[in-house]
């Protein structure tokens, strides 16, 4: 009941096509959810978040899109450009109580330039 | 702003020896977290701390692992005697619930060798 699934595993993607990596939750009391982006050497730093009360989220070329009554969640990003190419993790808390991120597998995004 | 601080970044060991890792986490941070990155399992919460607290030790593998918090800018995890599968990438991360913020800043990791 804990597990986020993530999909797909990798990713390539042409340079200005869009990238969407899906997350799928079983705990509905998760009410925060995160995407973290991770380069190689680095520790994964946060993208963007969207709290359960709203259907979208966007910063720039990263949009969230979260729908509450299939528990799934997905980031889009726009325009890929290869800077973009890095490992995302999706994750969900229960920031009311425990606030333990639970973290999907990683999808390997790779951007051709 | 420095971020949050690990050392050593890379430790590479002999099986049944003694490993410390540190994190200093970020100044005024509340919370602190320990995560284990692995190919097979991901990213693992181990244990985490708010106001040197720890809340929840549930994701520690084994009595081989302890992790101490004794002030608010320095957390250790030590790995004793440590295994061959103990190899990872260990992050530290941490957080300012003050000021309601959810978000995590991770370190930049340790990475563990136990040949």
């Known amino acids: 009941q804990q597990q986020v699934k993530q999909s797909p595993q990798s990713l390539i993607v042409q340079k200005g096509g869009i990238s969407i990596i899906n997350c799928a939750y079983e705990n509905t009391a998760f009410d925060y959810f995160p995407w973290y982006q991770q380069f190689p050497g680095k520790g994964p730093a946060l993208l963007i978040a969207i709290r359960p009360d709203v259907s979208e989220k966007k910063e720039g070329r990263f949009t969230i899109s979260f729908n509450k009554s299939a528990k799934q969640f997905s980031l889009h990003i726009m325009d890929s450009q290869p800077g973009d190419s890095a490992t995302y993790f999706c994750a969900a808390s229960i920031e009311s109580g425990a606030q333990k991120l639970v973290f999907g597998q990683g999808t390997r995004l790779t951007i051709n330039p | 702003d420095a971020g949050v601080i690990q050392s050593p970044r890379h430790e590479v060991t002999e099986m049944g020896q003694e490993v410390t890792l540190r994190c200093k986490p970020i100044s005024g941070h509340n919370s602190l977290f320990w995560y284990r990155q692995t190919m097979m399992r991901g990213l693992e919460l181990l244990i985490y701390?708010?106001?040197?607290?720890?809340?929840?030790d549930s994701g520690m593998p084994e009595d081989r692992f302890s992790a101490k918090m004794p002030n608010a800018s320095f957390s250790t995890l030590k790995i004793q005697p440590s295994e061959p599968r103990d190899s990872a990438v260990y992050f530290c991360?941490?957080?300012?619930?003050?000021?309601?913020?959810?978000?995590?800043?991770f370190g930049p990791g340790t990475r563990l060798t136990v040949t």
């Open positions: 701390f708010n106001n040197n607290v720890p809340i929840d």
């Open positions: 991360a941490s957080r300012n619930t003050n000021i309601g913020s959810y978000e995590q800043y």
